[in-house]
C-alpha cells in the first residue's frame, strides 16, 4: 500500500479546535475478505466467551463480581484492558499530535503512584469490607445520602462514558470501513448486551483479557511502521523539533509557572491537578476499575492486581504517543483546517497509510476490541451499581437473590440503550481525551476527596460525605462552564481547564468536610473498624493463600517497583533532544 505524499512544507504548532468528532473524508480503509475473516472471528470468539461464562453464573455475587473467585493475572489485566479503550487509544495519540510528549504525564505521573496507592493502601477497605461496590464503601463509612448521590452521580458518569466509546466507535467504523453509523453502534451494543447480559463480569472480564492482547496487536505494526517512516526516533524528534519547538518532545520543557507550552498547564497544575487530584480520583475511586480487583480470589489477588497492571501501563504509552507524534510530523499542521485532518484522526491516518491488508484487518479489530472493552466496563460496572446499590437499596428491598440477577441483566440492556442516546454529547469536542478528563473532574474527583478524608480523617462526620460531595462536584462545573467556558478566567487550554477544576472540586469538597464534621456527630468508632485508616475488620486478617507469600508477589515490591520505573522513565525525556 502506497503511503500518502507528505509535503515538507512546515506549518506552525497546531492549535486546539473545538469542531465535532468526524474523521477525514480520506480515510477509507482499503479492507477485504481476509480482514472482515479476521473480524468476524473475533466477534464468534466473543459471544463463545459470554456462553462459556453464562455456565458459572448461580448468584448475583457470580454475576456482578464473578464469585470473588478470579486470580490476579487475569484481573490484572481485565483491570488495564478495562483502561485501554479506544477512547483511551484515539484520545491520547490526539494528545500527542496536539501537545507533544506531554502525553507521558497521563501515564507515569497521572496513573502509576494512584494505581500503587490504590493496591497497597485503598484495596484492603474495599476488600476487607466485603463491599460490592465503590459507592457502597461510602454507606458503610458515612450514610445512606452519600451513598445515594454517590450511586447516582456514578451511574450517570457510566452511561456518559460509555457512551462516548460508543459514538466514537461509530464515527471511526463509518470513516473507515464505511458502514453506516447507526449499523455500527447496533452491531457493537449488541455484542457487548449479548455477552454480559450471558455471563456478567466473568464474560467482560475474560473478554478484556482477550482485547488486551488483541488491542496490542493492533497497536505494536502501526507504532513500528509510523517510526520507520519518519527515519526512527532521531528523525522524529528533530522534524517536531523543527515545526514545534524543542518543548514538544520534552516532558517538562517550558512548564514554568508563567512559560507558554502547548499543554497550557505548568508543573504545579500538572502534579497537582493531573498527578494527585484527577489521576487519584479516577484510578482509586471509578469502579469500572476497582470492580476488576474487587472480583479477585482474596484480598492478596486484589492487592495485586492494579499492581500487575500498572507495569503495561508504564509502556503503552510509547504505543499511543508515538503514532500521534509520527502524524504530526508527517502532515504539517496536523490538527488545523488548513491540514484536512483533526487530532483524532492520528491512528486512522496512518492506519489507512501504513498497513497491508490482513495486518490491516487485525488492526480494526483492536480498535474495535478497545471501544468494546471500554463501553464493556463501563456498562459493566452501571448495572452493579444501579442493581445493589439504588434498586436494592431503596427500590425493590428483600427480594430473593434470583431477582436481582434478572434485573441486573435487565438493566445492561437499558444501559446500553442509554448509552446510544448519550453518545452525541461527545460531538463538541475534537479531542474526545479532553471530554473524557473534564467528566473525570467532575464525577472521580469530588468521590475521591470524600473517600481520602473519610479515610484518614476519623472525626469526618456522617453528614460530611453527602456535603463534600456535592460540593466538590459543583465547584468543578462552575470553574468549568462558568469561569473558563465564559472567559471569567483566562487558561490557555481545555485539558489546562480539566486541571483546575479538579483541583477546584477537591479542595472545595475537602473544605465543606471539615467545616460540616465541625459543627456535626462523628461515627460511632465501633462502627469504624476496617473503613479508617489504623483499623482493621475480620476480612483484612484474611491470611495469604499458598504461593502468595512468595517475594516476587508482595504487594509492596511491585508497587514500589512501578514507581522506581516509572520515575526513570522520565529521565530521557526531561531534557531537549
Not at 230 to 244: A, I, P
Not at 447 to 458: A, C, K, L, T
Request: aromatic share 14%; with cysteine.
Amino acid at each position: 500500500m502506497q503511503t500518502p505524499t507528505i509535503s515538507p512544507t512546515a506549518y506552525p504548532a497546531a492549535s486546539p479546535t473545538t469542531s465535532p468528532i468526524h474523521l477525514a473524508a480520506e480515510l477509507r480503509l482499503p479492507t477485504n475478505w481476509l480482514d472482515y475473516t479476521l473480524l468476524g472471528i473475533y466477534f464468534v470468539v466473543v459471544l463463545g466467551i459470554g456462553f462459556a461464562a453464562r455456565r458459572s453464573v448461580k448468584t448475583s455475587l457470580d454475576f456482578f463480581l464473578s464469585g470473588r473467585s478470579l486470580p490476579a493475572w487475569v484481573t490484572g489485566l481485565a483491570f488495564i484492558s478495562a483502561n485501554l479503550a479506544a477512547t483511551e487509544i484515539l484520545g491520547m495519540a490526539a494528545n500527542s499530535a496536539q501537545y507533544g510528549a506531554y502525553t507521558v504525564h497521563w501515564y507515569w505521573i497521572g496513573a502509576i503512584p494512584a494505581m500503587v496507592f490504590l493496591g497497597l493502601v485503598m484495596m484492603p477497605f474495599y476488600y476487607g469490607s466485603k463491599v460490592r461496590s465503590v459507592p457502597e464503601f461510602l454507606l458503610l463509612r458515612f450514610d445512606k445520602w452519600a451513598h445515594l448521590l454517590s450511586s447516582v452521580l456514578f451511574a450517570f458518569a457510566a452511561i456518559l462514558i460509555a457512551g462516548v466509546n460508543l459514538y466514537a466507535l461509530a464515527i471511526v467504523v463509518e470513516a473507515l470501513l464505511g458502514w453506516p453509523q447507526w449499523v455500527a453502534i447496533v452491531v457493537a451494543g449488541f455484542f457487548v448486551l449479548a455477552y454480559i447480559t450471558l455471563g456478567g463480569l466473568s464474560s467482560a472480564i475474560y473478554n478484556e483479557v482477550l482485547q488486551f492482547f488483541v488491542i496490542l496487536a493492533a497497536l505494536i505494526p502501526i507504532t513500528v511502521l509510523a517510526l520507520k517512516k519518519v527515519g526512527g526516533w532521531d528523525g522524529l524528534s528533530d522534524k517536531l523539533t523543527q515545526t514545534h519547538g524543542d518543548d514538544f518532545v520534552t516532558a517538562w520543557g517550558g512548564t514554568g509557572i508563567g512559560d507558554p507550552n502547548p499543554l497550557g498547564a505548568n508543573w504545579l497544575t500538572i502534579v497537582l491537578g493531573l498527578g494527585f487530584v484527577l489521576s487519584f480520583g479516577y484510578w482509586t475511586t471509578n469502579f469500572a476499575e476497582v470492580q476488576r480487583a474487587l472480583s479477585a480470589k482474596n484480598l492478596s489477588a486484589a492487592q495485586r492486581t492494579p499492581l500487575i497492571a500498572a507495569f503495561p501501563k508504564i509502556f503503552i504509552v510509547f504505543l499511543v504517543m508515538i503514532p500521534g507524534l509520527a502524524a504530526a510530523a508527517l502532515v504539517p499542521g496536523f490538527g488545523t483546517e488548513e491540514s484536512g485532518y483533526q487530532y483524532n484522526d492520528a491512528i486512522p491516518y496512518l492506519m489507512e497509510g501504513l498497513l497491508p491488508n490482513g495486518v490491516l484487518g487485525i488492526a480494526v479489530t483492536g480498535l474495535l476490541a478497545a471501544f468494546m472493552a471500554g463501553m464493556a466496563a463501563n456498562v459493566s460496572s452501571f448495572n452493579t451499581v444501579f442493581t445493589t446499590d439504588i434498586w436494592a437499596k431503596y427500590v425493590v428491598k428483600d427480594r430473593e437473590d434470583s431477582y436481582y440477577v434478572r434485573f441486573g441483566r435487565l438493566i445492561t440492556a437499558i444501559g446500553v440503550l442509554a448509552s446510544i442516546g448519550t453518545a452525541f454529547l461527545a460531538s463538541s469536542f475534537s479531542n474526545i481525551m479532553s471530554y473524557l478528563q473534564t467528566l473525570f473532574s467532575f464525577f472521580n474527583v469530588p468521590m475521591f476527596v470524600v473517600f481520602i478524608v473519610g479515610m484518614f480523617w476519623r472525626r469526618a462526620s456522617m453528614k460530611s460525605g453527602f456535603w463534600g460531595l456535592l460540593a466538590g462536584t459543583t465547584a468543578a462545573m462552575v470553574n468549568y462552564f462558568v469561569l473558563y467556558k465564559q472567559d471569567i478566567i483566562s487558561i490557555p487550554s481545555d485539558q489546562g481547564a480539566n486541571f483546575v477544576s479538579a483541583i477546584a472540586g477537591f479542595v472545595a469538597g475537602a473544605v465543606v468536610m471539615v467545616a460540616v464534621s465541625l459543627f456535626t456527630a462523628p461515627k460511632p468508632t465501633e462502627e469504624l473498624q476496617g473503613l479508617v485508616y489504623g483499623t482493621r475488620s475480620p476480612g483484612m486478617a484474611e491470611p495469604p493463600a499458598a504461593g502468595d507469600d512468595a517475594w516476587y508477589r508482595k504487594p509492596a515490591l511491585l508497587g514500589w517497583g512501578a514507581v522506581v520505573l516509572a520515575a526513570a522513565c522520565y529521565i530521557p525525556f526531561s531534557f531537549s533532544l
